[in-house]
């Protein structure tokens, strides 16, 4: 079985992705290839070189354009039997041919958070829904990261008989490991943690501002990420008190901040599915979460975290006092992610996706040779 995965530019939670589907068991017998753009992708691949093709791109309706005939000419060369589409624009240049065409391999897409989701104008959001329900015919499956983006899809005329749910899934490494030696938080303090881009999406502006006016003296927020590169929108990285700002920080190195901390919080205006949330969960962490997106999904009010309004008045003042209330939370969270977050679900359920589609490949050949 050959799977074409097809991306624009494949880096970050993307890329993370690709490379998880690419660690599927030997047994499943796929071989798999991997097109994308040479500019602003990651270039470390677990793949034979043979195995992954770039092309020159820059983002623009002429530079989609040209990019198809390329993706055509890859696609005739490796002949697979499934295209597997990442993201908006690899999922728009790779199946727009197809429209015109008849003959052609299975294809997969994953929108990775659907366009229409994101917080623009309304009428971007309809033009958005109506390419992806245009570009839904020429389509066999389309994957969703939550029943959140499922049901929006449903909402916005996607097909639902080509809708499959299928949870992101993070590796189990290192969630057992002892990082009790860690000493950078005060275990007198209640110390939330936040990790990602300093975005609009991510509401870290929301949280600055609670932080800022709250009067408790016994909590602390530690901030991992930065300000997204070339983005106008900017936040202010001044450590104070009760905030302190990281930057980035290696995946080793991270591990030990959610091991550590009391609860990982996300103020996030919108989230598709929300990974750092099962990150924090992995470590059996609490997470404290806005109820936007897929968030309440993932969190469920008074069990494995808080779902609060970050825009209300003195949203941080109510938090638990006793660090033992969000122990509890975090355990229940390390269930939750070991039955539906790991990587391993999320391969086994994509295996399974790819086998019925095969299998309709070879149900329609046997019926023509009847």
């Known amino acids: 079985m050959k799977i074409l995965h097809v991306g624009?530019?494949?880096?970050?939670?993307v890329a993370t992705y690709i490379k998880m589907l690419l660690h599927h068991p030997a047994e499943n017998d796929i071989e798999d290839y991997l097109v994308l753009a040479e500019e602003k992708s990651d270039h470390d691949w677990p793949l034979a070189a043979s195995h992954i093709h770039y092309y020159h791109y820059k983002r623009s309706m002429f530079g989609a354009l040209k990019t198809i005939p390329q993706l055509?000419?890859?696609?005739?060369?490796?002949?697979?039997?499934?295209?597997?589409?990442?993201?908006?624009w690899a999922g728009v240049?790779?199946?727009?041919p197809y429209l015109l065409v008849k003959k052609r391999p299975?294809?997969?897409?994953?929108?990775?958070?659907?366009?229409?989701?994101?917080?623009?104008?309304?009428?971007?959001?309809?033009?958005?829904?109506?390419?992806?329900?245009?570009?839904s015919s020429c389509t066999d499956v389309i994957v969703n990261v939550s029943k959140y983006e499922m049901n929006h899809a449903v909402e916005y005329g996607i097909p639902s008989e080509k809708?499959?749910?299928?949870?992101?899934?993070?590796?189990?490494?290192?969630?057992d490991i002892d990082y009790s030696n860690f000493d950078y938080y005060d275990k007198n303090k209640i110390n939330l943690l936040f990790v990602g881009r300093f975005d609009p999406q991510k509401g870290v502006d929301l949280l600055l501002d609670a932080m800022n006016?709250?009067?408790?003296?016994?909590?602390?927020?530690?901030?991992?990420?930065?300000?997204?590169?070339g983005n106008d929108y900017c936040i202010k990285k001044k450590d104070s008190e009760n905030i302190t700002f990281l930057g980035w920080l290696s995946y080793d190195k991270l591990a030990q901040y959610y091991a550590n901390c009391d609860a990982v919080v996300m103020p996030s205006r919108w989230e598709a599915f929300g990974l750092v949330a099962v990150e924090a969960m992995k470590y059996g962490k609490a997470v404290i979460a806005s109820r936007n997106g897929a968030l309440p999904e993932l969190i469920v009010d008074k069990e494995n975290g808080l779902i609060v309004d970050f825009k209300a008045e003195n949203v941080l003042?109510?938090?638990?006092?006793?660090?033992?209330?969000?122990?509890?939370?975090?355990?229940?969270?390390?269930?939750?992610?070991i039955n539906?977050?790991?990587?391993?679900?999320?391969?086994?359920?994509?295996?399974k996706c790819y086998k019925s589609l095969v299998k309709t490949i070879i149900d329609s050949r046997r019926i023509k040779d009847e």
């Open 8 to 13: 624009e530019y494949v880096q970050g939670g």
């Open 72 to 88: 055509l000419r890859f696609v005739c060369e490796i002949q697979p039997d499934i295209i597997y589409c990442h993201s908006t």
């Open 93 to 96: 240049m790779m199946r727009l």
């Open 106 to 135: 299975k294809i997969i897409y994953n929108a990775h958070g659907w366009a229409f989701l994101r917080d623009t104008a309304t009428y971007k959001k309809k033009i958005y829904a109506w390419i992806e329900k245009v570009l």
């Open 163 to 175: 809708l499959r749910l299928i949870y992101s899934g993070i590796p189990k490494d290192g969630m």
């Open 213 to 229: 006016n709250i009067k408790r003296k016994d909590i602390h927020l530690t901030l991992i990420g930065d300000n997204v590169v």
């Open 317 to 337: 003042e109510v938090l638990p006092k006793e660090k033992n209330s969000y122990w509890k939370m975090g355990v229940k969270g390390k269930e939750l992610y």
């Open 340 to 351: 539906l977050f790991t990587v391993d679900n999320m391969i086994n359920n994509t295996m």
